[in-house]
């Protein structure tokens, strides 16, 4: 079963129009558009049972905590995680990695040990591990990408030592777009005894992910770049593996008991979440995987594929004078498709799109490394979701044109 | 909003033929600004001597607007005095704000149409920050 055509009236922003044009939205692996099913049920929330969670025992807080649990529930089943305890909800995948920086690094990671990441990592997974290798004198080391935007595998039984603690890899990038080989980078973390952390962020939203089989010790993603609300996100990890870390942020919820001068934490998952939650943001993250689950990420993934490969063929098919397109091609991309063209900048062709009504993103995408590694200061990034549709990818390449025009009138 | 407000000929024109482009010899100081958030990056080179921008280059890369900006400033204070920079660097930074320069922009004026395209505006005045600094160290 394919995505319905009918998707689009779900997503109440995709009515109106910007700049007198109908709102072209290939941002979205930026944020996500928000299904009006997720947006009722934050409402719902808001409006019939608003009360903390774990404290009250009123009827409306005890039916908050039950929401909120049961979206944890929801998040575990759809992650294939072993129980729901193995899910800390946190703001956004960049706090889960910090966490696991944070609460599980500065334990056990020490002069001279190695850290393991790629020169294709999102900012999110390259600054948390800078702090923790400058603090406890760790050394970081990264596996680098070829011409096509894949990681090179060839120098990896090198890259890995008896001092690598962590691997951890961006499972499909922002920028390229490359859907990496997880579990084969796993294997060989495992065989030298390295934990492996997993940046979901661009794979959790857009296909089937089974954390236990990726090879992931931690998987972390973002809640609002799949169909929910801003602010919401999460970490997995086994429960074993959560149980020996130390805490991340203290304070209350996150406690067993606490005397004047000490504290003992509560269980996992709670351990990780101090103060009060984004209840309805989790509760509407629950909405967003019902959502999903209802699609099928099968139906999601192959519609994806299919506007993506859409999209390359279109862009060569347009002849755009002086245009690229990084990252690899069809068999190993997820729905990003970023480019430069000759003589524009990436700024000044978002703003020309702009006013054709089309949202894409220009500048580095929070992937400096990679960009300056391709000699780039900047690129233009189109992504997509469930709803694009073909007639947008039409509505893009007419307009890349019409902005080569511009420039090249000017030269 | 239209993009003629933003793309003005002056405007590609500098775009596509910078004015002064390149790196002074000998330059007396020299000065790097960037907008973290876009990328764009401007270098200043300078000659300032006997309180005279005896000359100036720009390179770097960015936008359209940065870059302009940057070639339409360098062709306006070559041969200057500081003094009358920092009048100009004030009154620019003014215009950009929408207030009234106080100064005859010229050419300058059509950068005025970026203050529609408020994330713009920074790109517009990189250049000019980045000569204020340069200004400043030249008079250390």
């Known amino acids: 079963m394919g995505i319905p055509a009918t998707i689009r009236d779900d997503f109440p922003i995709l009515r109106q129009r910007v700049n007198g044009k109908p709102l072209v939205y290939l941002d979205s692996a930026s944020t996500s558009q928000k299904p009006r099913q997720v947006i009722e049920a934050v409402v719902r929330y808001y409006e019939e049972y608003n009360a903390n969670i774990h404290r009250g025992v009123y009827s409306i807080a005890e039916r908050a905590t039950a929401e909120y649990e049961a979206a944890r529930a929801k998040v575990a089943r759809f992650l294939g995680a072993a129980e729901p305890a193995e899910i800390v909800f946190t703001r956004n995948v960049t706090e889960a990695l910090n966490l696991v920086a944070y609460a599980w690094g500065r334990r056990h990671i020490g002069p001279g040990d190695e850290i393991l990441l790629t020169e294709m990592e999102h900012h999110s997974d390259l600054v948390p591990w800078q702090l923790l290798a400058q603090e406890r004198g760790a050394r970081l080391r990264h596996i680098p990408f070829d011409d096509q935007g894949r990681l090179i595998l060839a120098g990896l039984d090198r890259l890995i030592t008896a001092r690598t603690k962590i691997v951890s890899v961006v499972h499909v990038s922002n920028t390229f777009g490359t859907v990496n080989p997880v579990a084969e980078i796993a294997r060989a973390a495992h065989a030298r005894g390295a934990l492996v952390v997993v940046d979901g962020a661009q794979s959790a939203p857009h296909r089937r992910v089974d954390v236990r089989g990726l090879g992931a010790d931690f998987y972390g993603f973002t809640g609002h770049k799949m169909l929910a609300p801003m602010g919401t996100g999460g970490l997995w990890a086994r429960r074993a593996l959560l149980e020996e870390m130390d805490p991340f942020l203290g304070g209350g919820e996150m406690i067993s008991d ?26 509407g993250l629950g909405a967003a995987v019902d959502y999903l689950e209802r699609l099928g990420m099968e139906a999601v993934e192959a519609h994806e594929r299919e506007i993506t490969a859409y999209a390359l063929r279109r862009l060569r098919e347009a002849e755009i ?9 069809i068999d190993d991309r997820g729905g990003v498709v970023s480019f430069v063209i000759d003589g524009v900048h990436p700024h000044d062709i978002s703003q020309v799109l702009d006013t054709e009504g089309i949202c894409v993103r220009a500048g580095h995408h929070c992937t400096k490394p990679l960009h300056r590694k391709l000699g780039l200061g900047a690129s233009v990034r189109a992504s997509f979701y469930v709803y694009t549709i073909k007639e947008e990818i039409d509505i893009l390449a007419r307009a890349l044109l019409k902005t080569r025009e511009l420039f090249r009138v000017a030269g | 909003m239209s993009l003629d407000d933003l793309y003005r000929d002056v405007i590609l024109d500098h775009y596509s033929h910078p004015r002064n482009k390149g790196t002074v010899e000998g330059a007396t100081v020299t000065r790097e600004g960037a907008n ?5 990056e401007i270098r200043l080179s300078l000659v300032v001597r006997d309180g005279v921008v005896q000359d100036v280059r720009f390179d770097g890369k960015g936008c359209s607007i940065s870059q302009a900006s940057a070639s339409m400033m360098t062709e306006r204070i070559k041969g200057r ?22 100064e005859e922009m010229g050419d300058l004026e059509a950068l005025q149409g970026v203050r529609k395209f408020p994330v713009r505006v920074k790109c517009a005045t990189l250049g000019w920050l980045t000569l204020e600094g340069a200004l400043e160290e030249a008079a250390r």
């Open chain 2, 81 to 102: 005095g500081v003094q009358e920079a920092g009048r100009l660097i004030a009154a620019f930074k003014a215009m950009m704000r929408g207030e009234a320069a106080g």
């Open chain 2, 36 to 40: 973290p958030l876009c990328g764009d």
């Open chain 1, 258 to 283: 606490v005397w004047l001068d000490r504290a003992t934490w509560n269980e996992v998952p709670w351990k990780f979440e101090a103060g009060t939650q984004d209840v309805g943001g989790a509760i």
């Open chain 1, 321 to 329: 004078p002086g245009l690229t397109v990084l990252g690899p091609g």
